[in-house]
T-cell receptor, first 110, second 113 residues
Framework: RKEVEQDPGPFNVPEGATVAFNCTYS??????FFWYRQDCRKEPKLLMS???SGNEDGRFTAQLNRASQYISLLIRDSKLSDSATYLC???????????FGSGTRLLVRP | GAGVSQTPSNKVTEKGKYVELRCDPI?????LYWYRQSLGQGPEFLIY????????DSGLPNDRFFAVRPEGSVSTLKIQRTERGDSAMYLC???????????FGPGTRLTVL
């Protein structure tokens, strides 16, 4: 079983739609959680960290459920420029090794 | 300021050849990481440097892979006797210290024919 699992998609949504991605992780010792965005043939870039209390950054909301070992990302009012692969990332306590999921691909159409 | 840079951006080689991939971290970043990303997968950790020393090389797949960072800045990932299965995007990242945000370079796309 992979340490971090994501639905690969693609999620194909119209502009303005709300879309949600989920991610599960297997190691209960995981302490830090992130969403990265990766454009085609580019490097991953940090989108946002995920906190137990949930956090919001503009149109993006991330939630963490430690009991279910589940992380989510909600994108409201999708833009064409949101089209990318979204990578769920986990970090163990006192570690530096980012553990990536395989990514969920989002396509926003006009 | 300048971000992480990697050269070459693309490398095509033949099975059995030796390749070197270079990473220039952000100035002042003491921690440097190499990851490998295969098509359709997320990046996977290869090796971590703190300063000049390889603090953790547990992700290197076998002894054909080796990396150095002799002066604590630029790092080189070296692959001997390349195999077709080595074809992937090799990403370098750096951070101010080991538990700070990692910034990724644009990667080197390696193709082994």
């Amino acid at each position: 079983r992979k340490e971090v699992e994501q639905d690969p998609g693609p999620f194909n949504v119209p502009e303005g739609a709300t879309v949600a991605f989920n991610c599960t992780y297997s190691n209960s010792a995981s302490q830090s959680f992130f969403w990265y965005r990766q454009d085609c043939r580019k490097e991953p870039k940090l989108l946002m960290s995920v906190y137990s209390s949930g956090n919001e950054d503009g149109r993006f909301t991330a939630q963490l459920n430690r009991a279910s070992q589940y992380i989510s990302l909600l994108i409201r009012d999708s833009k064409l420029s949101d089209s990318a692969t979204y990578l769920c990332v986990v970090l163990m306590d006192s570690s530096y090794k980012l553990i990536f999921g395989s990514g969920t691909r989002l396509l926003v159409r006009p | 300021g300048a971000g992480v840079s990697q050269t070459p951006s693309n490398k095509v080689t033949e099975k059995g050849k030796y390749v070197e991939l270079r990473c220039d971290p952000i100035s002042g970043h003491t921690a440097l990481y190499w990851y490998r990303q295969s098509l359709g997968q997320g990046p996977e950790f290869l090796i971590y440097f703190q300063g000049t020393g390889a603090a953790d090389d547990s992700g290197l797949p076998n002894d054909r892979f080796f990396a150095v960072r002799p002066e604590g800045s630029v790092s080189t990932l070296k692959i001997q006797r390349t195999e077709r299965g080595d074809s992937a995007m090799y990403l370098c990242a750096s951070s101010l210290a080991s538990h700070n945000e990692q910034f990724f370079g644009p990667g080197t796309r390696l193709t082994v024919l």
